[in-house]
């Protein structure tokens, strides 16, 4: 149990006063407080008389708080001040007005930083340290005035967030101080340096791990990567030079994601459970991983355990994103069809991927064993999408599964475990019927270009396997702009983006002729060396001329039925 030397009231204002440095351990989670929290913190400011109770802060103190609970406020308290500030130095005021401007804008640059405190080190000294770099930085340039030299499209979704929550707090200032500006400025101030908190201060660090794990007050949830990485901290800190290693090695991983999706970290690690120790829910996994991988374990066998999800990490991000493909050292002919999963949303699919991905680097499965398997996944899981599958049903066939290769020891185990796999999942998608009246109806121009150039690509392939067809751009045959047929786009809009008025040509013809019309077309595409293009001019031209929607109504169904029967 932890052990807590102090509780007391302090206004933000008297907590300043009383600690150097408000510190965020590396452990915390990022800030995250979303534009729902933004408004209902301001709401909470403005329609409450001063002082206003905000919430506990929990911490270690020093002449520093170590902050365990309340960063999500204290983060948005200096993003506030912050707006304030740059709002009271952008306003017009009377010229005997600019020396008490003045001095305020000084008075709130001494709660953002200490300037006598800098004296000391290399640069300004601010009060709230953030525990990493990558959102430290971006806070700095905040309180530094350097918004405009941040360059938005390298940032993370967290370093977004927090220029965009101190964006909006500047739109709510500016939108409250209409009229009045300078005392209803001083009004806000006010109210924001006597919001009232009660500290909770801990007896020693050793409590920390303890109290994070137990203590969720106002803030966000903890997810289960907080859990975790409080846990494996904690179950490594008798060995602090180990301790530090695990630490750098979960602190790269989170990086990973939050520079892609931070969201997607705490579902890859239950993804990661599953492709070696099989089912496991979301609500039970800190639990699984606390019990199996950390309680009672060596500070060694922690750093086993998170290098090895790690590596799986990397592997992850790397199927799902162009940005970590490095990461992936496949046969190209493997990583073709490794990308295909991208374009079908499907995160369950990931946790088999992941497993037989780790049998065919462990050499339990031939490449050519792996491509044909991932095609056959690939299929399942394009069906799966159109035949309306509850995910839920296939999940537990994965999981099974992932064990089961898990534990196989040669080729021969896993083709006889891959076989029964592929039979159970066979039979949740065998409606032939619902797959074809769904696919029509939800794949369009726009929304699925890559699954849309997939299915053309394979009819085209099927015509003619003596064929490569590379980097072509998706046709529309009727075209979007149909001014040349003698139609406005309003009598078009309803048929221009579905499958049956779409082809696939190279990007040459795309730019110069998609708006031409059908007489132009055909001899355009009479031209192809794919029969699929040629069958557009004899077989559809001239019921595209004579009626548009019945050509591209009955041409969506044969083509469906033909992709049906090819992705069986």
Known sequence: MANFTKTEPYTFAALCDSFKMFKIPNFQRPY???????????????????????????????????????????????????????????????????????????????????????????SEYKRLELGKDMYQKIFNMLVDNEIDNIDIKKLTDNQKRLINNYEILKKFILSEIKGSELNSLDGILNKVLNLQFIVIVCATENDIYGIFEGFNSTGLGLSVADLVKNSILKGSARDTKMQSLIEELWNEMELMFDETIASKFPKFLRHQWISVYG????????????????????????????????????????????????????????????????????????????TYHRAFKEKRITQSFFKKFLKRLWIFTVRARFVSVNPSKYEKIFSTQCKEIYECKNIEEVSAETERFFSKLKKLVSSDEQFVENFIADVKYGKDNKLISLAISDLMSYDN???????????????????????????????????????????????????????????????????FNVDIADKWGDIFVKDFKNAIERRSIDMTKRIEKIWK
Do not use: C
Not at 97 to 102: G, R
Not at 500 to 514: A, E, I, P, V
């Open 32 to 122: 995250k407080w979303t534009n729902k929290n933004i408004q209902e913190f301001w709401s909470s400011i403005i329609s409450n008389q001063s002082p206003y109770f905000i919430g506990n802060i929990v911490a270690v103190s020093d002449e520093s708080l170590l902050v365990i609970d309340g960063q999500q406020r204290l983060t948005t308290i200096n993003l506030l001040l912050i707006a304030l500030r740059d709002t009271y130095s952008n306003i017009k005021v009377k010229k005997s007005d600019k020396t008490k401007v003045s001095r305020t804008i000084a008075r709130i640059d001494k709660y953002l930083k200490d300037d006598d405190l800098s004296k000391s080190v290399e």
């Open 279 to 354: 089912h496991v829910s979301m609500s039970n996994l800190y639990r699984e991983i606390k019990s199996e991988k950390i309680d009672n374990k060596t500070p060694q066998i922690i750093k086993e355990y998170v290098e090895s999800v790690l590596f799986d990490a990397k592997i992850y991000l790397g199927m799902l994103y162009w940005k970590h493909e490095k990461n992936l050292d496949l046969p190209k002919d493997i990583l073709e069809e490794i990308f295909k999963f991208r374009f079908l949303q499907n995160d369950q699919v990931y946790e088999v991927l992941l």
């Open 465 to 531: 396997p003596e064929i490569s067809i590379k980097e072509p751009e998706i046709e529309h045959i009727l075209p979007q702009e149909p001014k040349k047929w003698g139609f406005a786009k309003s009598e078009v809009k309803d048929y221009v983006d579905k499958i049956g008025n779409l082809t696939l040509l190279f990007s040459d013809f795309n730019k110069k002729n998609s708006n031409e019309t059908m007489s132009f077309k055909k001899a355009i595409f009479k031209k192809s060396k794919l029969k």
